[in-house]
């Protein structure tokens, strides 16, 4: 039986090769329920916007429901270029898609899913809606603080889950854990030097010896 590697090791405590199904399962479900409840949402916003002159003012004017389709990034950026944000996003669920294959650390699966379920949220506004396959607009409905996203770019349901999941993910590297459930360690012993940084002094050393003396 091996033993695990002590603490401040430097070395990544054992985790496991193949996926485990609980991780893999939260991934995927999260995924899914992120991704059906921002088309429903999105599917209410044109409902109730459409037609709205002002925008809807919440909480004060902390928050605004304004209908926004968006060719492009945040700010409207590249919206002359919005077949390539489809190629994009596959690449992404492609790659999360990979990383699934040895998954098994639980908050690695709970940030996967929210990227994961964001970049399909938007990906289906790209495919399907108007005005047409693969150029469509993402419909965004949330402004904070200014009723025409002029503070922060109007949002939606998936853009949000997509900063949440890339913060987590920050999180979670900056942590020292790794996707396999293993746990990076701080290779260094605090023990062996004092308050000033200066490594201690052995028990051999030869002035100790003369001070014993």
């Keep these: 039986m091996s033993a ?7 070395r990544a405590e054992p985790g496991g090769g193949r996926a485990r199904p609980r991780a893999v399962a939260i991934l995927f479900g999260l995924a899914l329920f992120l991704l059906v409840a921002d088309q429903l949402l999105k599917d209410v916003a044109l409902g109730g916007l459409e037609d709205r002159d002002e925008p809807v003012r919440l909480l004060g004017g902390a928050v605004y429901l304004t209908l926004v389709r968006n060719s492009g990034a945040a700010w409207s950026i590249g919206s002359g270029y919005t077949w390539v944000f489809p190629m994009i996003t596959t690449g992404v669920v492609a790659w999360i898609c990979w990383m699934a294959l040895r998954l098994r650390s639980l908050p690695w699966a709970i940030s ?3 990227v994961l379920g964001g970049a399909l ?4 506004d790209r495919i399907f809606r108007a005005p047409g396959h693969f150029v469509g607009h993402v419909v965004d409905m949330v402004s904070l603080f200014d009723p025409y996203g002029r503070i922060i770019p109007v949002f939606n349901l998936a853009d949000s889950s997509l900063v949440c999941g890339v913060i987590l993910a920050v999180l979670l590297e900056l942590t020292g854990r790794q996707r ?3 746990r990076l360690t701080d290779d260094k012993d605090p023990d062996d030097k004092d308050a000033d940084g200066v490594t201690a002094s052995s028990p051999d050393d030869p002035a100790e010896q003369r001070e014993r003396a």
């Design 180 to 182: 396999d459930g293993t």
């Design 4 to 10: 695990a590697p002590p603490a401040g090791s430097g």
């Design 121 to 124: 949220g938007n990906l289906g």
């Design 112 to 114: 996967l899913g929210l």
